[in-house]
């Protein structure tokens, strides 16, 4: 989806739990009393930090909480599984509002929880990832069930990092199918996804990479 205007953010997310806005960093987009989650060293957001975010939005609402995490691909992986619940479910009046300048970097299993919005004059289609990767993740997500034995075994020939290399192509391909639906307007592209999504997560929870790509895909 898009939007017009960053002033347009608070309104959008007041009606959602979670939402991701790509826009330009440093376009001065702010909420007045909202909770700022963002890097205190290293630029990354730490568990402990979004344990402490969780620990006050879990106190009852009386009006509506925002919380911006900002930039959203600075949150350490295990600091985003911490987080991933009360994406999923947040309380009725606290809204998770996670702004970046590209989707590219955020773990899958966060979109997986969010309602994407992107700043309608800054669109960029363009996928970060290497043109072996895109043509991977392109490969995979037009392949007939018979075909994915074949791509399984392209995918994890690589003799080191096979698994971060595998689980970056997946994302790229959930990628490519978020902005294909973008551009189109086609729901058949969000109908892959759930798969797409599924896949990564097993990947990420060390499951067996050939068996999974299968598996989850047919």
Same mark, same amino acid.
């Given at each position: 989806?898009?939007?017009?205007?960053?002033?347009?953010?608070?309104?959008?997310?007041?009606?959602?739990?979670?939402?991701?806005?790509?826009?330009?960093?440093?376009?001065?987009?702010?909420?007045?009393?909202?909770?700022?989650?963002?890097?205190?060293?290293?630029?990354?957001?730490?568990?402990?930090?979004?344990?402490?975010?969780?620990?006050?939005?879990?106190?009852?609402?009386?009006?509506?909480?925002?919380?911006?995490?900002?930039?959203?691909?600075?949150?350490?992986?295990?600091?985003?599984?911490?987080?991933?619940?009360?994406?999923?479910?947040?309380?009725?009046?606290?809204?998770?509002?996670?702004?970046?300048?590209?989707?590219?970097?955020?773990?899958?299993?966060?979109?997986?929880?969010?309602?994407?919005?992107?700043?309608?004059?800054?669109?960029?289609?363009?996928?970060?990832?290497?043109?072996?990767?895109?043509?991977?993740?392109?490969?995979?997500?037009?392949?007939?069930?018979?075909?994915?034995?074949?791509?399984?075994?392209?995918?994890?020939?690589?003799?080191?990092?096979?698994?971060? *290399?595998?689980?970056?192509?997946?994302?790229?391909?959930?990628?490519?199918?978020?902005?294909? *639906?973008?551009?189109?307007?086609?729901?058949?592209?969000?109908?892959?996804?759930?798969?797409?999504?599924?896949?990564?997560?097993?990947?990420?929870?060390?499951?067996?990479?050939?068996?999974?790509?299968?598996?989850?895909?047919?």
């Amino acid at each position: 989806m898009f939007i017009d205007d960053i002033n347009e953010i608070k309104t959008i997310a007041s009606k959602v739990g979670t939402s991701i806005f790509v826009i330009p960093h440093g376009s001065g987009f702010a909420i007045k009393n909202a909770l700022i989650l963002e890097p205190e060293q290293k630029s990354v957001i730490t568990i402990e930090q979004v344990r402490e975010i969780i620990k006050k939005v879990n106190t009852k609402q009386s009006f509506d909480q925002y919380v911006i995490i900002h930039p959203a691909e600075a949150l350490g992986l295990d600091a985003a599984n911490a987080l991933l619940k009360s994406l999923e479910e947040p309380g009725s009046k606290v809204h998770f509002v996670l702004i970046t300048e590209s989707i590219s970097n955020i773990l899958p299993t966060i979109l997986s929880r969010a309602s994407i919005y992107y700043l309608r004059t800054d669109y960029n289609d363009k996928i970060c990832s290497s043109d072996e990767i895109i043509k991977l993740a392109k490969k995979l997500i037009a392949s007939k069930p018979s075909g994915l034995v074949e791509i399984a075994n392209e995918i994890t020939k690589k003799k080191d990092g096979v698994r971060e *290399y595998s689980k970056k192509v997946v994302s790229t391909a959930i990628e490519i199918l978020y902005k294909s *639906y973008y551009i189109t307007g086609k729901t058949a592209f969000l109908q892959r996804l759930p798969k797409f999504l599924k896949l990564y997560d097993n990947l990420n929870k060390n499951g067996h990479i050939k068996l999974h790509i299968i598996a989850d895909l047919i």
